[in-house]
C-alpha cells in the first residue's frame, strides 16, 4: 500500500521559513512525480509545484516561483518543500502527492492527474 506521510508544517510568521517533508512509501516511484498541492478553507485545491523521479524536471506555480523550492533525497524516498519569504496568502492546508510522469520534462499539474495524496500538513503564516 502506498503512503504518503508530510511533516514540517506550523506557525510562522510573515517572512519567514518552514521546510515541509515528504515521506513516500509501499511501491517504487521511477515513473512518477511528487507534487504539492494546497487547500484553504472554501478553496479549491490549488497546485504548487512538482517534481519528476524520472529526470528532475519541476514545474512552479507563479504564486510561489522565487520563494519555494522542491527537492529529493532518494536515500530517504523523500521530497522536502522549503518556503521561504513567506505571506499570509500561503496559509493553507499543504497535501503531498504521487502521480505518473507524462513525459520527459513535464510534470503532471492537476489533482485529477494524481493518484497517492498525504494526510496533508497545516500551515499558518501571519501577518
Known amino acids: 500500500q502506498v503512503q504518503l506521510v508530510e511533516s514540517g508544517g506550523g506557525l510562522v510568521q510573515a517572512g519567514g521559513s518552514l521546510r515541509l517533508s515528504c515521506a513516500a512509501s509501499?511501491?517504487?516511484?521511477?515513473?512518477?512525480?511528487l507534487g504539492w498541492f494546497r487547500q484553504a478553507p472554501g478553496r479549491e485545491r490549488e497546485f504548487v509545484v512538482a517534481?519528476?523521479?524520472?529526470?528532475?524536471?519541476?514545474y512552479y506555480a507563479d504564486s510561489v516561483k522565487g520563494r519555494f523550492t522542491i527537492s529529493r533525497d532518494d536515500h530517504k524516498n523523500t521530497v522536502y518543500l522549503q518556503m521561504n519569504s513567506l505571506k499570509p496568502e500561503d496559509t493553507s492546508v499543504y497535501y503531498c502527492a504521487a502521480g505518473r510522469s507524462i513525459a520527459p520534462g513535464l510534470v503532471p499539474r492537476t489533482a485529477p492527474q494524481y493518484d497517492y495524496w498525504g494526510q496533508g500538513t497545516q500551515v499558518t503564516v501571519s501577518s
Open positions: 509501499g511501491r517504487t516511484f521511477g515513473s512518477y512525480s
Open positions: 517534481i519528476s523521479l524520472n529526470d528532475d524536471a519541476t
